[in-house]
């Protein structure tokens, strides 16, 4: 998955590490109830209209 250059070194809104960033503009759907690898998904809003989401693993997560 793409992480943009700028991306900061931990996640803005739970400061918590991640494995990966998207980047989205239009709509997308998040269903996280069944995934293996990832357990949360934070959602930063970029200027520019970006919305970036931040993926973490359920290790990184820190809810096992
Ligand atoms: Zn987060």
Do not use: K
């Amino acid at each position: 998955m793409d992480v943009p250059a700028d991306a900061p070194p931990a996640c803005p809104v739970c400061d918590h590490d991640y494995d990966s960033v998207s980047a989205h503009r239009s709509g997308v759907m998040v269903n996280l109830l069944d995934n293996e690898r990832y357990r949360r998904v934070c959602f930063e809003p970029r200027p520019g209209g970006e919305l970036w989401f931040f993926h973490h693993t359920h290790e990184q997560a820190g809810t096992d």
